[in-house]
């Protein structure tokens, strides 16, 4: 939960859309070890959440849920994978951890120590009938991200927003980096809109520790990235979605230039209330630059 979320406006905002349905959330590889971007729209009653998570300690904890659909599948292309169980739950991967990268950074040697290898069948979202067409994917499945989008091409096509984990340097042998997702989803009709937050480490071993560790954290290593149906577009997005998109843009990614510009477009299809709409926009939070931008022409 993002630290503008405001349980109130969003009441307002979901009364002033009237969408048909709740917002649709996918989440692939739901280790539950951070905080949940859309933790508050799920609390507010507006989402329904289907969450898809091999590793089995991490399964065990997210089953215990009542509100929210979780099933132990490791999602990608279909057939059968290996699930690389590492001593840290979190580095679990259908990838193996790799080696250089560990030696490079020497801190993930004994946390992405293998201590089991599990045969698990993958499964496509695409062939998942339970599943219905979805607004937002959040995914984190430590280097599997083109296998999961190759077997959700489909459903894909109808999404919102895809919040993932992008990598910049390999943590894993054949991982897929940041390029590689930013192609793939712009083939999905996604633009790069934002990063939630870059995450980097320092080297460490040599000359080097004499330094002090969190001062010198230069090397960029993963963050997660907000990627947005493009609305340069908008006639390819229909009413119904440009709502779940202002939910979207203020409750999970707080982007809220962009909810506002949903609700001109809604505005100008006779969707919304204009008055209501101006109301709402009024109490938006004033926001920061997230980072240092070059000055404008």
């Given at each position: 939960m993002g630290k503008d979320f405001d349980r109130d406006r969003l009441d307002a905002l979901v009364a002033l859309l009237a969408p048909v349905r709740r917002t649709r959330v996918v989440e692939v590889g739901a280790n539950p070890i951070n905080d949940n971007p859309y933790a508050g729209l799920l609390a507010a009653g507006h989402c329904e959440v289907w969450g898809f998570e091999p590793e089995p300690r991490a399964f065990a904890r997210l089953a215990q849920s009542a509100t929210e659909t979780y099933l132990p599948y490791a999602i990608g292309t279909g057939g059968p994978a290996t699930l690389h169980v590492t001593k840290a739950a979190s580095l679990t991967s259908l990838l193996r951890p790799d080696a250089q990268t560990?030696?490079?950074?020497?801190?993930?040697?004994?946390?992405?120590?293998?201590?089991?290898?599990?045969?698990?069948?993958?499964?496509?979202?695409?062939?998942?009938?339970?599943?219905?067409?979805?607004?937002?994917?959040?995914?984190?499945?430590?280097?599997?991200?083109?296998?999961?989008?190759?077997?959700?091409?489909?459903?894909?096509?109808?999404?919102?927003?895809?919040?993932?984990?992008?990598?910049?340097?390999?943590?894993?042998?054949?991982?897929?980096?940041?390029?590689?997702?930013?192609?793939?989803?712009?083939?999905?009709?996604?633009?790069?809109?934002?990063?939630?937050?870059?995450?980097g480490f320092s080297l460490r071993g040599g000359l080097a520790t004499r330094l002090e560790k969190t001062a010198h954290d230069n090397q960029l290593l993963d963050g997660d990235a907000v990627f947005l149906r493009c609305l340069r577009h908008p006639d390819l997005i229909d009413t119904e979605a440009l709502k779940h998109m202002a939910i979207l843009c203020d409750a999970v990614i707080e982007s809220f230039d962009v909810a506002a510009r949903c609700l001109d477009l809604l505005i100008a299809r006779d969707a919304i209330d204009a008055g209501a709409a101006a109301a709402y926009v009024a109490r938006l939070p004033r926001q920061g630059k997230p980072m240092k931008l070059a000055a404008q022409a």
């Open positions: 560990a030696a490079f950074f020497q801190r993930f040697a004994s946390p992405g120590t293998v201590i089991e290898e599990i045969t698990v069948e993958t499964h496509r979202l695409d062939e998942l009938d339970d599943v219905p067409p979805f607004d937002l994917m959040k995914i984190d499945v430590q280097g599997g991200e083109l296998q999961v989008f190759e077997g959700a091409a489909a459903k894909l096509a109808t999404a919102l927003a895809v919040i993932t984990e992008v990598g910049f340097v390999p943590l894993y042998e054949d991982q897929p980096l940041i390029d590689d997702q930013m192609r793939v989803l712009r083939g999905h009709g996604f633009d790069l809109h934002k990063f939630s937050f870059l995450k």
